[in-house]
């Protein structure tokens, strides 16, 4: 698994502070990052940065999460 490098954490992070996301929450946010990150790693999407999202969530579906991990992740 992908580390998360310290310039998007930092963003990441801000954008969460910004949010006001529980501090229970932000370790969920964080590991689908990470699960992002590394789908984008690992897969060529060719099209808008949406489409990397759907393709992530397709891919969380053929894994069997729940809807409600699917939801989280998005």
């Given amino acids: 698994m992908l580390t998360i490098p310290d310039n998007i954490l ?18 969920d946010d964080k590991k689908w990052l990470r699960y992002f990150l590394d789908f984008c790693a690992r897969h060529t999407v060719t099209a808008a940065r949406l489409d990397y999202m759907r393709s992530f969530i397709d891919k969380l579906r053929e894994k069997r999460q729940t809807p409600a991990h699917q939801e989280q992740a998005a």
């Fill in 10 to 27: 930092t963003s990441f992070e801000a954008i969460l502070n910004k949010r006001a996301v529980a501090p229970a929450q932000r370790a």
